[in-house]
């Protein structure tokens, strides 16, 4: 069983950051392709970001691309999304999934076996 516990939310203006933590309970993080996730009231859950087992390779929703980026810490166990230049439209829901060993990074919610609670992400016009 893996726990996944995200921080770091929290309400900003327009073109503003954020810096988003998924702390991971397992000791074989490293282990884990892991992914951002985020849903808005009324909408699915949609993909944002996703980081190989190493680190090395990413992958990142069109909509993000060039103004979020993730990244791990696999001595920490921790899973990082750091959000520049922040728009209404970010607002949601933010989660971090876990998905056992995969080869390259996973844009599909149903791969990942283990989410974390969420952490709810506002931005103001």
């Known amino acids: 069983q893996v726990q996944l516990v995200e921080s770091g939310g929290g309400l900003v203006q327009a073109g503003g950051s954020l810096r988003l933590s998924c702390a991971a309970s397992?000791?074989?993080?490293?282990?884990?392709?892991m992914g951002w996730f985020r849903q808005a009231p009324g909408k699915e859950r949609e993909f944002v970001a996703a980081?190989?087992?190493?680190?090395?390779?990413?992958d990142y929703a069109d909509v993000v691309k060039g103004r979020f980026t993730i990244s791990r810490d696999n001595a920490k166990s921790t899973l990082y999304l750091q959000m520049n230049g922040l728009k209404p439209e970010d607002t949601a829901v933010y989660y971090c999934?876990?998905?056992?060993?995969?080869?390259?990074?996973?844009?599909?919610?149903?791969?990942?076996?283990?989410w974390g609670q969420g952490t709810q992400v506002t931005v103001s016009s």
């Open positions: 999934a876990a998905k056992w060993h995969a080869v390259l990074p996973r844009q599909s919610p149903g791969e990942y076996e283990y």
């Open positions: 397992e000791r074989t993080f490293s282990r884990w392709t």
């Open positions: 980081i190989s087992v190493s680190g090395r390779t990413t």
